[in-house]
């Protein structure tokens, strides 16, 4: 006998494939072990039974071409037997080899081989059915996506951030159904006025009574959130993967159309073979020298089990083929490469959960068929809202209101500042911390602010480095008159969130970015009118021009920074209506001659020109007219000479000239007598007119880095001299006269080729050892009782 575990390897899969099995296929499957079934018991009695039982036939020879069996066909007993004659020749005393031989001899002679090998070509059909069936578990193009798939959509099925995900929507949707309801109750008792106050309140109070909790939400630890965060990444990678091809669909097909073609052979055959297996087999064979007869009639002992388990089998195999045929109407009769998640969508509330084609889709089909749940919460990881929400809970435990206030520091302002860089999103723990003023976020991407945001009731500043950042419109209101100063960085300016434009309380707006390529002439910006207490802009891009819009906020602008990257700046004629500017900075703006817009610019008190090419300043006679112009920086360019009319401007108190060309000093800068302070450094200076001993209110004096050999001893008549800078020059000497400098605190000799310092150091009572910047040998040079007096305290 064959047990029927052997034939269980043709059918086992793993227990978890059982959700890619719609019914139909459970349905097959089990007509399958029935249709085995019938094919092994009909093989086991084929075995061990005998096959076909066969006696010799009385009649005469020159009967033989009647059929042997021809007496046994039913007429009624009693004929039968007064028919019966005896009769004359051989008797039929065969012995039991002979009865075998013959059995044997007509069992392969004159048996139908239907009839002969029914149970084993149920056996082989069921096999190849089965084999049909399981295919595409087993071939290695599809068995590896399909374990994959089942992996992954196990993990995503009993993951607790699904159940958290799909619980906070359940959440949202039960308070949406709770207000509707209590909208209705409401509307409903302000009907006809017939009911009493009393029973008016009573029904507005009872739906009160029958809303029951929404579920509660489970909590994530760090070690499932990290878990549910890899998940997420697999399905996105498995997507790609498997979206790429069909291979699976038309496996499928090809199996299905393969059992349906076997179907019909199968089926045509049997019922045309099934009337083969008969009880009574005639058989003739020549035998006669051996048995002494030569016609048989046998009886097929199991030709009536046989038959009725054939017409069973035909019934399953009909059955089965019915299964089949549905599959393929269900193949064709909808689009199974394309899955639409609308029905999730509408009721997660995960509007971004895509679509899905190709494989990917068809196994979600046939998981939908098993238990629509499973897409359901499969869906949950291919939704980026779901992630961002995930990320946002990882962002939470890590970052605690604890961790953040270790990270406080005071700016260069004095404000509370919070600095976060290059996390995966914005933990909703910063708005827990209510002192902060400043905020300051860089290379975060997508920062959505959460209604949270109104707990900074203090937050002053908010600085936003390659960060986009959406503010809901009730956020705008909250910050649109409390934020004062907005800093935001980004790749592109046409990148700057629109409502950075809206927060009419600001006072100082820093943009940074280029201007695309076809905007970069125009440089074109938004409109700034809404900024009605704007006092400080800053740009930092390639604009050819200023901005136009600069002038929506000229009446009361006070201080415009442009820094061009180097870029050249060509039209500047918006400037002249700016007249309450005080401070302008064109900085790296590739400007070679000063231009003539900034002299009409009668507020204006601070000037930089930072890095740009300018040669020639002979423009600066100009400068008289900004008469209230004290600050000129004009520092880090390319000027050889300074022009002679500088004495026009007597109230120029901070003038920066270093890192230049400049060679000389024209002898009329001592007639500046409002400079306070002189930066000539990082130039090629050999010496100093004299006249710069009418610099009576210089306090610093900048001359490191040139050539100087000596300096005029009217230099130190400049007795309000607080800082003097003579490092790596060419010196050898300091005159005794710096004893005169008695408000100097600070003096830098390192660099020269100094061998003594003079002893009248001493005289500078404002000077202490912190203060003087010399070598050590030189210091130690000096006399012990001047030492003690620059060392005291």
């Not at 209705?184 to 739906?207: N, Q, R």
């Not at 009217?714 to 800082?723: D, G, V």
Request: with cysteine; net charge neutral; proline share 4%.
């Amino acid at each position: 006998m064959i047990p029927l575990a052997e034939f269980k390897q043709f059918t086992e899969q793993q227990p978890a494939f059982k959700v890619l099995k719609p019914w139909w296929d459970v349905l097959a499957e089990y007509l399958t072990v029935a249709m085995l079934m019938i094919g092994v018991f009909g093989c086991t009695l084929q075995v061990t039974q005998d096959k076909i039982i066969c006696l010799p036939s009385h009649e005469l020879r020159e009967n033989l071409s009647e059929a042997p069996c021809q007496q046994l066909l039913p007429r009624g007993v009693s004929e039968e037997m007064g028919g019966l004659r005896e009769v004359s020749g051989l008797k039929n005393n065969l012995d039991l080899q002979q009865y075998s031989f013959i059995n044997q001899l007509c069992y392969e002679t004159a048996l139908h081989w239907y009839a002969k090998y029914f149970p084993y070509l149920v056996v082989i059909h069921t096999l190849i059915f089965m084999v049909c069936t399981s295919f595409w578990f087993k071939f290695p193009g599809t068995s590896s996506k399909i374990e994959h798939f089942i992996s992954i959509l196990g993990k995503c099925f009993d993951s607790p951030w699904t159940t958290r995900a799909l619980s906070e929507v359940s959440g949202e949707n039960h308070k949406g159904a709770t207000a509707g309801r209590a909208t209705a109750t409401m509307v409903a008792s302000a009907g006809p006025g017939k009911a009493s106050e009393g029973e008016k309140e009573k029904v507005l109070v009872e739906p009160e009574k029958v809303v029951t909790e929404p579920p509660a939400v489970t909590l994530l630890d760090k070690k499932e959130g990290e878990q549910a965060k890899a998940l997420f990444e697999k399905v996105k990678k498995f997507r790609v993967h498997v979206e790429e091809g069909d291979i699976l669909y038309t496996m499928y097909i090809r199996q299905t159309v393969l059992k349906v073609c076997k179907f019909f052979a199968i089926l045509v055959y049997n019922l045309v073979y099934v009337e083969k297996i008969s009880f009574l087999v005639a058989c003739r064979v020549e035998t006669s020298e051996v048995t002494g007869y030569a016609s048989f009639c046998c009886n097929h002992t199991k030709a009536h089990l046989f038959s009725k388990l054939a017409f069973c089998y035909i019934s399953f195999v009909c059955v089965y083929g019915l299964t089949c045929l549905y599959t393929l109407y269900w193949l064709f009769h909808r689009p199974l490469k394309e899955y639409s998640f609308r029905s999730v969508r509408e009721e997660t509330g995960m509007g971004d959960i895509p679509d899905v084609k190709n494989d990917f889709a068809f196994m979600l089909h046939l998981i939908d068929q098993y238990d629509s749940l499973y897409s359901k919460r499969f869906a949950v990881f291919l939704s980026e809202v779901s992630e961002s929400r995930l990320k946002q809970l990882n962002l939470n435990h890590e970052w605690t209101p604890e961790k953040l206030r270790q990270k406080l520091q005071r700016n260069a302002r004095g404000q509370l500042e919070l600095a976060l860089c290059m996390l995966p999103g914005l933990p909703d723990t910063v708005f827990e911390l209510s002192e902060v003023e400043a905020l300051r976020l860089e290379a975060i991407c997508d920062i959505t602010f959460p209604p949270g945001l109104s707990q900074l009731v203090n937050l002053q500043e908010l600085s936003l480095l390659h960060s986009p950042a959406r503010l809901p419109f009730s956020l705008q209101i909250f910050l649109r008159d409390r934020l004062k100063v907005i800093r935001v960085k980004c790749e592109e300016l046409r990148e700057v969130p629109l409502w950075v434009f809206g927060l009419r309380g600001l006072e100082e707006l820093h943009l940074e970015g280029l201007f695309p390529p076809e905007l970069a002439r125009a440089a074109t910006l938004e409109s700034l009118r809404e900024l009605k207490q704007l006092k400080v802009l800053s740009l930092r891009s390639n604009a050819s021009k200023v901005p136009a819009s600069v002038t929506d906020v000229a009446g009361h602008l006070q201080r415009l920074s442009l820094h061009n990257d180097g870029a050249r700046l060509l039209a500047l004629n918006s400037l002249k209506k700016l007249a309450v500017l005080r401070e302008l900075e064109l900085v790296a703006c590739g400007l070679e001659r000063i231009p003539h817009a900034i002299f009409s610019l009668g507020a204006l008190q601070e000037l930089d020109l930072k890095d740009n090419h300018l040669r020639s300043i002979e423009e600066i006679l100009s400068f008289q007219h900004c008469r209230k112009l004290v600050t000129l920086r004009l520092w880090h360019n390319q000027i050889a000479y300074v022009p002679e009319h500088v004495r026009k401007l007597r109230g120029l108190e901070q003038l920066y000239l270093s890192h230049n060309k400049l060679e000389t000093l024209p002898s009329q800068l001592g007639m500046c007598s409002g400079l306070r302070l002189l930066d000539i450094s990082h130039n090629g200076l050999r010496s100093l007119p004299p006249e710069l001993g009418l610099l009576q209110n210089l306090q610093h004096l900048a001359l490191s880095y040139n050539a100087l050999e000596a300096l005029p001893d009217e230099l130190f008549f400049c007795r309000k001299l607080r800082t003097l800078l003579l490092g790596y020059n060419h010196l050898s000497q300091l005159s005794p006269q710096v004893g005169a400098l008695r408000a100097l605190s600070r003096l830098e000799l390192k660099g020269n080729r100094l061998e003594a310092l003079p002893e009248e150091l001493g005289n500078c009572a404002g000077l202490k050892k912190a203060g003087l910047l010399v070598e050590d040998t030189l210091y130690e040079g000096l006399p012990a009782e001047v030492r003690e007096k620059l060392e005291e305290e």
